[in-house]
């Protein structure tokens, strides 16, 4: 016997199944009340939710990296860098209710224009927040 099919034949033992059923049946009979709850909102927002962690690395790791590269010229003497300008100016293009700091309200105000963005139109879309929330933690 294969490791794969003792596998099976214990998951099969210990879950009190021993007929022919393959696992993905099983699964999805456990998962039907949760399936069947699932909108096309929930759907396209756990998508935008993964999709959104994966762009959210790749602009971390640029913004990493640039970073490090000015740093290092500065700490080089290369070049000067005023960080309190940039950060005074990079607050100033992101706050949006105007505070001169990054709170959660702009966080929330940011959130309610993405979500208008992504939903408008589509049919069912009262998942999509819990749909976006699960794809960002999953992936």
Request: with cysteine; hydrophobic share 40%; proline share 1%.
């Amino acid at each position: 016997d294969t490791f794969l099919q003792k596998f099976v034949l214990t998951t099969k033992i210990m879950s009190g199944k021993s007929n022919d059923n393959d696992a993905i049946d099983s699964a999805l009979e456990k998962l039907k009340p949760v399936v069947s709850k699932l909108t096309i909102g929930s759907i396209i927002g756990y998508c935008s939710g993964a999709a959104t962690k994966k762009v959210g690395k790749a602009i971390a790791i640029v913004m990493g990296v640039g970073f490090m590269i000015v740093q290092s010229a500065v700490y080089s003497g290369y070049v000067a860098v005023d960080w309190k300008k940039v950060q005074k100016d990079a607050v100033s293009k992101v706050d949006t209710d105007g505070d001169g700091k990054l709170t959660v309200d702009d966080v929330k105000n940011y959130w309610k224009k993405i979500k208008t963005i992504l939903t408008t139109g589509v049919p069912d879309a009262s998942g999509f927040s819990v749909g976006f929330l699960y794809g960002l933690r999953v992936n």
